[in-house]
């Protein structure tokens, strides 16, 4: 028996050795990536579900390593452990910034740029003067840009810091989103000390919304709660017309998700809008 203890023990020291050297090889060929400016972005459309218009785009990290995509649920973790995040966090801003820039110089009307940032970005002393400079760089108003933070960040050591950077993006003109809304365990006093003005629904709760369960009705649960404090429900994830629909007469202001259109390339996402324009 003490020999098959042992035998374990060091199966799981292994496993863990195996799980701490990927995450190091990973968060250094990451570095290696940020350094060589091989970071991309999708940009997938939000649509007003009232009437189907294009109201704006999320930006989404994308990476390849020896031309394989790694998913962003992949890295971005390791990013935030690592601190890479603050870096991969500006690239991101910069190049979505610079693509929204392109598609307003081409006569086109992109909308608002939401994009995802963690708390070490939010904390990162110089965040909000980057955001300002990023944006004349790329001329492109803040009042355009929202920015997506999760429950989590409710919840963090620093969230009264937080609250106050967020209230500084606010003052730039810029929106801000809950994201994941539903799946952590932030309470509505938490949600009380942020200025946010848009309810993210997680997409697990949109899925259910086929299979008519507890979960829709945590869904239409987030859209009132949204519209009682004078918010905006978007709907992630959402891949039916039923849903579309169901969202829709619930009064959910946006969706996004496959249903209307992929993550697309930058290049692919300008195509998209120039011929929603001319249609
Ligand atoms: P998220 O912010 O909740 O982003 C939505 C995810 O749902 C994206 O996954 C998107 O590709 C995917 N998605 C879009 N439409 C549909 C649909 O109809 N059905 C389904 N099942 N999925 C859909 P992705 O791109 O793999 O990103 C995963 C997560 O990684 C994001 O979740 C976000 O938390 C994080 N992330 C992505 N880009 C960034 C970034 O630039 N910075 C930070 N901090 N996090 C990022
Ligand atoms: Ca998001
Ligand atoms: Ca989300
Ligand atoms: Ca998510």
């Known amino acids: 028996a003490k020999r098959q203890g042992r035998g374990r023990w060091t199966f799981f020291d292994r496993a863990l050795e195996a799980e701490t050297r990927r995450r190091r090889t990973l968060s250094e060929a990451l570095r290696r990536a940020l350094e060589e400016e091989r ?18 785009f999320e930006a989404l990290v994308r990476w390849s390593r020896d031309g394989v995509p790694v ?42 740029l939401a994009v995802n940032v963690s708390s070490p970005q939010l904390t990162d002393p110089g965040f909000v003067r980057m955001v300002e400079r990023l944006c004349r760089e790329a001329r492109v108003s803040p009042a355009r840009l929202e920015i997506e933070v999760t429950e989590t960040v409710l919840l963090d050591r620093s969230a009264a810091r937080i609250a106050e950077v967020l209230a500084e993006l606010r003052a730039l003109g810029a929106t801000i989103a809950l994201d994941d809304f539903g799946t952590g365990y932030a309470s509505l006093a938490h949600l009380q000390r942020f200025p946010v003005q848009r309810l993210k629904i997680d997409k697990s709760f949109i899925a259910a919304i086929d299979r008519d369960g507890r979960e829709a009705k945590i869904a239409a649960t987030v859209i009132g709660l949204a519209r009682g404090l004078g918010m905006e ?4 994830g959402v891949e039916t017309a039923r849903q579309r629909d ?30 929603r324009w001319t249609h």
Do not use: K, N
Not at 41 to 54: F, K, N, S
Not at 246 to 257: E, S
Not at 258 to 271: D, I, K, M, R
């Open 71 to 112: 998913p962003p649920s992949e890295f971005v973790p390791i990013a935030e452990e690592t601190g890479l995040i603050v870096l991969l966090g500006s690239r991101v801003l910069r190049a979505a910034l610079a693509a929204i820039g392109a598609m307003l110089a081409r006569g086109l009307e992109p909308g608002r």
């Open 246 to 275: 169901w969202l829709a007469a619930q009064g959910c202001a946006i969706g996004q998700g496959y249903f209307f259109a992929p993550p697309l390339s930058v290049e692919a996402a300008a195509e998209a809008l120039a011929r």
């Open 233 to 236: 429900a978007v709907a992630e």
């Open 39 to 56: 970071i991309e972005i999708a940009l997938q459309p939000q649509v007003r579900l009232a009437d189907g218009e294009h109201v704006g």
